[in-house]
């Protein structure tokens, strides 16, 4: 079931995009402090023998210590690059209503399904560990915007780990500025990057579950499945600036790295990821480790900051907003 933009939703933000001011900016690091969510939710679907309930909290806005960001696209399409050797697994987690019960979010068929999508109550783990027979052999995964788009000053990136509250794990980022016919990058913004992190969940999922799978991005079949307790997604926020590119660029999207991958001082090594030079074959996947990040499954998804009214337009804004959520129900379809 796909909830369509309600009253709530548009209505507002066109009224805030009217009271205009001039959004202040981020740095790479800026942890995110809270965030809002629209919740839908389908009948439920049994796989693999356990019973899905196909919820989807999807993000719509997030804030940090300087502002508060919406929501304005995502990706088109995403790659995941492995290298020429070793094992091709996917290890995908899901919320679960209970230890070993219920998945709370939808079954998802391809790993694809859940790197390119805005829910988290799913997301990928260990992405970028590749040091064992068991690991999923990936070394760059890219989300594209087909046609791309010109950013603006206060484009923003998210970035969630889900981890233990409030610690997160390292990864690297670059924007894609170029793409051939098919939407293969062809060229890298300046590489940015995060170390081990401290930012609070923005949910504290109190058990959940890992299905493994042996089957490249096909994930119908797990081979194994481990639970756990007590982790959630804690953020943070990636900006124009962290990347040495300007408003007015056009931009194709965003790839993900793991934390020892390097460019050499040239962005052009990002583009072959079967070089064991700057694309590492041993990476490890322990906490803290190079491969360790656990992505939520809020991926590709571009936001802008939301500019901040005046006293008396926000107190305006209110009442409206109010009047329309008396008047007006969600339309789901």
Not at 54 to 60: E, F, M, P, R
Not at 97 to 120: K, M, P, W, Y
Not at 260 to 273: I, P
């Amino acid at each position: 079931m796909k909830c369509l933009p309600t009253i709530q939703a548009w209505p507002f933000g066109l009224l805030l995009a009217w009271v205009l001011a001039v959004p202040a900016g981020l740095s790479g690091q800026t942890a995110i402090t809270a965030v809002t969510t629209i919740t839908t939710d389908s009948a439920d679907t049994v796989h693999e023998g356990y019973t899905f309930q196909n919820t989807t909290v999807a993000l719509q806005t997030f804030t940090t210590s300087t502002g508060t960001y919406a929501l304005t696209g995502m990706a088109d399409q995403v790659f995941i690059r492995r290298s020429s050797g070793g094992t091709n697994n996917a290890h995908v987690w899901y919320q679960t209503a209970s230890a070993a019960g219920n998945r709370i979010a939808d079954h998802a068929d391809t790993f694809q399904e859940v790197l390119l999508d805005n829910n988290f109550a799913r997301g990928v783990h260990n992405l970028f560990g590749n040091a064992g027979s068991s690991y999923a052999n990936i070394e760059r995964v890219d989300f594209i915007s087909n046609g791309g788009f010109s950013a603006t000053a206060d484009f923003a990136i998210p970035v969630f780990d889900f981890g233990i509250n409030p610690q997160h794990e390292s990864f690297k980022i670059a924007l894609v500025t170029s793409v051939d016919a098919f939407g293969n990058p062809t060229g890298y913004s300046a590489l940015a990057s995060t170390v081990p992190f401290t930012a609070n969940n923005v949910y504290n999922h109190s058990t959940f579950s890992i299905h493994r799978y042996a089957d490249g991005d096909n994930t119908t079949d797990d081979y194994a499945i481990f639970n756990g307790p007590n982790q959630g997604p804690g953020g943070v926020v990636f900006t124009l600036d962290d990347f040495d590119v300007d408003p007015g660029t056009t931009i194709y999207g965003y790839s993900l790295f793991g934390y020892d991958v390097t460019d050499g001082g040239n962005t052009n090594n990002l583009l072959n990821w079967n070089s064991a030079t700057y694309f590492p074959t041993n990476t490890s996947d322990g906490e803290g480790a190079a491969g360790g990040f656990d992505f939520s499954g809020v991926n590709g998804v571009f936001f802008s900051a939301v500019p901040e009214p005046s006293t008396y337009a926000l107190a305006g804004l209110v009442a409206v907003a109010s009047c329309m959520v008396l008047r007006r129900r969600p339309r789901c379809a």
